[in-house]
C-alpha cells in the first residue's frame, strides 16, 4: 500500500510543479489546483512516512486499557521544573480493563532520549494483557514531548537536544561520562520519587494499588535502560531488569588513561537482567575483543559471561530506535536514523521483543 501512497505523491508532485510553471486562467482556478496538490502530496507523504501499522497481536487473555497518574515533587534544579520549585512526572499506565485479573506485578519503564512515554506501546500491551500492570514515565525537557495533568505540553529542551547529537560525534572520555551521569541521573530521580510516592501509598490509581509495591521490576530503553541499571545497584525492592540496548553509565567508576577507557565496578549485578539489542551494537560487543565502543565494556563483560542472571538477546535486523514502536509508527523514517539497519519488519521485530521480556518476567 506504501508504494501506491508513493506513486500518488509522485503525481501530485509532478502536476504541482506543472501548475505552478503553466499559465492558467482564470487565476482561482490556478490556485485551487495548488492547493489540491498539496493537499493530496501532503497526505500520500503522511501515509508513507508515518503510516502507523497495527501493533502484533497480543497473546494474553484480557482486554487492556490504559490510565493516567501525575507525581509531584519538590526541585532545586529551575532548568527541570514544570512550575516554579516543583517537578511533575507524567505516568501512564497499561492494566487489564477489569481489576481482579491484575497479577500483582508492578513494571515501571524509563524511555531513552528524545523518546515518549508511549515508545514501547506494544510491549506494554502484551504485558497488560498478562494481567500486568505497566507504569511508563514521561521525563519533561528530555521527552520529545510530555503531556502534563493540566494538558499542557513541554517539549524537549533544545539545549539538551543539542548535547545528544554533539555527544555522538566526540570522543572525550570526561565529556561523554559526565553528560550521561547527568542525563540518567534526572531519570533516576523521576523513577525514585515516583517509586517512593507509590511505596508511600501516595496514589489514586486503584491498578497501581493492586499492585506489590514491594517488589518492582523495572525496564528502560537507551538512556532510560542506564537509568534502571543503575537504581537497581541502589535499590533492594527491584527484583529484575530489563534493558533495550543501554549502556552502564551507573557502573562507570572514572576514567581508565592507561586503557583509554573506563573503571566500571566489577561488582556481581545483584538482580536478573534481560538485556536486548539491536544491529547497531550486537557485532562489536558479540566479539572476542572490544574494539572502541568503550561505553559499552560493561555490556561487553556481560555478554561474555558464565552468569545465568545475565541473559542476552539479540533481535537480528533491527537498529537501537527499531527496538522501539517508532519503528511500527514510522518505518522508513525510523530505518533512516538507524542508518537503514531494520532490514526485519517491524512486526517480526516488536513481536520478539514482546516474547522475550514476556518469558523473562513470567521466570521472576
Known amino acids: 500500500m506504501e508504494i501506491v501512497w508513493f506513486i500518488i505523491g509522485a503525481v501530485a508532485l509532478v502536476v504541482l510543479f506543472i501548475t505552478l510553471f503553466r499559465k492558467i486562467r482564470p487565476w482561482w482556478k490556478k490556485l485551487l489546483m495548488i492547493l489540491l496538490s498539496l493537499i493530496v502530496l501532503g497526505f500520500a507523504a503522511f501515509q508513507v512516512f508515518i503510516p502507523i501499522h497495527p501493533m502484533p497481536d497480543v497473546t494474553g487473555d484480557f482486554a487492556v486499557t490504559t ?27 497499561w492494566h487489564p480493563e477489569n481489576i481482579d485479573e491484575v497479577n500483582g506485578q508492578l513494571v515501571l519503564f524509563s524511555h531513552g532520549s528524545l523518546g515518549v512515554s508511549d515508545s514501547n506501546d506494544s510491549l506494554f500491551t ?9 507504569a511508563s514515565l514521561a521525563h519533561p525537557y528530555h521527552s520529545f514531548v510530555a503531556t502534563l495533568e493540566d494538558g499542557s505540553s513541554i517539549m524537549i529542551d533544545q539545549e539538551y537536544l543539542q548535547s545528544v547529537l554533539s555527544s555522538q560525534n566526540t570522543e572525550d572520555l570526561d565529556t561523554v561520562m559526565n553528560d550521561f551521569r547527568e542525563w540518567s541521573q534526572m531519570h533516576e530521580t523521576d523513577l525514585t520519587q515516583v517509586i517512593d510516592q507509590i511505596q508511600a501509598d501516595d ?3 486503584e491498578f497501581i494499588q493492586a499492585t506489590n509495591t514491594d517488589e518492582l521490576l523495572l525496564m528502560g530503553h537507551s538512556l532510560g535502560g542506564s537509568s534502571v541499571l543503575a537504581l537497581a545497584r541502589e535499590r533492594d525492592d527491584i527484583i529484575a531488569v530489563v534493558v533495550l540496548e543501554g549502556p552502564f553509565i551507573g557502573d562507570i567508576e572514572g576514567i581508565n588513561s592507561e586503557e583509554d577507557g573506563y573503571e566500571f565496578n566489577d561488582e556481581p549485578y545483584p538482580v536478573p537482567i534481560l538485556h536486548i539489542y539491536s544491529d547497531a551494537t550486537w557485532d562489536a560487543l558479540s566479539a572476542d ?27 537480528d535486523g533491527s537498529g537501537h530506535i527499531g527496538l522501539t514502536d517508532l519503528h511500527r509508527v514510522s518505518p522508513r523514517l525510523v530505518n533512516l536514523f ?3 539497519l531494520n532490514t526485519t519488519s517491524h512486526e517480526e521485530v516488536l513481536t520478539q521483543i514482546n516474547e522475550s521480556v514476556l518469558e523473562f518476567v513470567e521466570e521472576q
Open 289 to 315: 575483543e572490544l574494539d572502541g565502543w568503550v561505553i559499552y565494556e560493561q555490556n561487553w563483560n556481560h555478554i561474555h559471561s558464565d552468569d545465568d542472571n545475565y541473559q542476552n538477546v539479540h533481535i
Open 67 to 93: 490510565s493516567k497518574e501525575s507525581f509531584y515533587y519538590e526541585t532545586d534544579q529551575p532548568e527541570y521544573e514544570t512550575t516554579e520549585g516543583e517537578r511533575e512526572v507524567p505516568v501512564t499506565i
Open 338 to 340: 538507524d542508518g537503514g
Open 126 to 134: 502484551e504485558l497488560a494483557s498478562h494481567g500486568y500492570v505497566v
Open 203 to 205: 496514589v489514586e490509581n
